[in-house]
């Protein structure tokens, strides 16, 4: 199934956004030629920290030129201290910092999309300022 | 631009690529979402009504055996036409195609 995803993803002319496996060593070359980016959701706590420091190299060697991470869960300057240490030492790119975000949690007990349940939080805001970073480096 | 989002469970991957693609779509530009998550919750968070969505069903491949007696799948179906019969619409315009499982109940 994965290359097929992978021949998928390569004849899409769409922007193309494919939500990954968490479990590294289920990413193949199949799945994964034809991405341009891989943005590696990270939380401020080691074991996420280290999930992203496993699938940089991986992503690597399966030809993903464009890795960064996207923190999430931000609650304090430590919070953001602590990615940017482990991503600099990682030499990992990180694209933004997302806060801890009440609505998050309450969409999802409402079983809503963040973006229904509210546009305005500062999640979504965010996440608007990442799809035109991203859009401006593809454009360029 | 095809952008791949992966991440320990629990991080937030699921609700990042939801909204990602809903902001992208909302400026204008053809979006195509997979759930390549073996737990597919991205229907969920892009904000679909999720009872009775149909995976994508087996007959999309076939067995076929090569010249060196190896059996492999092969798709039978374009890439283009499985989005097409199988791509789910969620909000925004946005196009889901369940990438995680194939049906095995049969030909849909």
Do not use: W
């Amino acid at each position: 199934m994965r290359s097929i995803i992978g021949e998928i993803v390569n004849e899409s002319t769409d922007l193309t956004l494919m939500d990954m496996e968490a479990s590294i060593e289920h990413m193949s070359r199949g799945t994964v030629r034809h991405i341009d980016k891989l943005l590696v959701v990270v939380e401020p706590y080691y074991r996420a920290l280290e999930t992203a420091g496993r699938i940089v190299p991986l992503a690597q060697e399966l030809g993903i030129n464009e890795i960064y991470a996207i923190a999430n869960k931000i609650r304090s300057a430590d919070d953001e201290q602590a990615v940017q240490s482990y991503c600099s030492n990682h030499h990992l790119n990180v694209i933004a910092m997302l806060p801890f975000d009440e609505n998050v949690l309450a969409a999802d007990r409402a079983g809503q999309a963040i973006l229904d349940y509210n546009r305005t939080s500062p999640v979504v805001a965010k996440l608007t300022a990442v799809a035109d970073l991203l859009q401006r480096q593809a454009a360029a | 631009m095809k952008i791949a989002i992966s991440g320990k469970g629990g991080a937030g991957k699921t609700t990042i690529s939801a909204t990602l693609a809903r902001l992208f779509a909302r400026q204008g530009v053809p979006v195509l979402a997979i759930d390549g998550d073996p737990n597919p919750n991205l229907s969920r968070a892009l904000g679909m009504d999720t009872d009775n969505l149909a995976a994508i069903p087996r007959s999309i491949v076939e067995r076929r055996t090569d010249e060196s007696g190896a059996v492999k799948l092969a798709l039978n179906t374009s890439p283009a036409d499985i989005i097409r019969q199988y791509g789910l619409q969620a909000p925004d315009g946005v196009t889901l195609l369940l990438g995680s499982r194939v049906d095995h109940a049969g030909a849909g």
